[in-house]
């Protein structure tokens, strides 16, 4: 797994400004491997039933919250997930919440509340030009003429 620091630097800085930071992306972008690469949180994967049963009642999930970072991957498959970041914010300002997901038109059609001043925005893009380098490209030009698989990861750039 590549580290990639640059991201998690910028989410650490959109938490001094709000406590929801939603980390959106096209699918199999690593939104979820970034994720899983902050210290100290609980992930939990809202595709999971037992996640949906857990969240049924927000107020009680988050007052019982014991940990100081919480991470919701794929927020967009709960039934109302403005509702618990809205709850999480406005009642548990203290508590850092990502809230990961698809940026597409379906999950943000599954938002009733913008979340307007909230919340920050990180999108995360498939590679930057400085990242490059972690990802085993040395030569771009060749990359991008001769299409070859990064070794040692599911990376094609």
Not at 52 to 72: C, I, N, Q
Request: net charge positive.
């Amino acid at each position: 797994m590549i580290k990639r620091t640059p991201w998690l630097e910028r989410i650490d800085l959109a938490w001094q400004k709000a406590s929801v930071v939603w980390l959106s992306g096209v699918r199999r972008i690593g939104k979820t491997t970034l994720a899983r690469q902050i210290s100290d949180s609980e992930v939990l994967n809202c595709d999971l039933p037992s996640t949906h049963r857990r969240l049924e009642d927000p107020e009680r999930f988050l007052a019982s919250f014991e940990g100081e970072t919480v991470v919701f991957d794929e927020i967009h498959q709960l039934p109302d997930p403005s509702r618990l970041l809205k709850i999480a914010a406005d009642e548990h300002p203290q508590l850092k919440v990502l809230a990961a997901g698809s940026s597409t038109l379906a999950a943000t059609l599954k938002f009733k509340d913008s979340l307007t001043g909230r919340k920050r925005n990180i999108h995360l893009p498939p590679v930057t030009y400085g990242e490059l380098p972690a990802f085993g490209v040395r030569n771009l030009e060749k990359r991008l003429l001769h299409g070859e698989k990064v070794p040692g990861t599911a990376l094609q750039i």
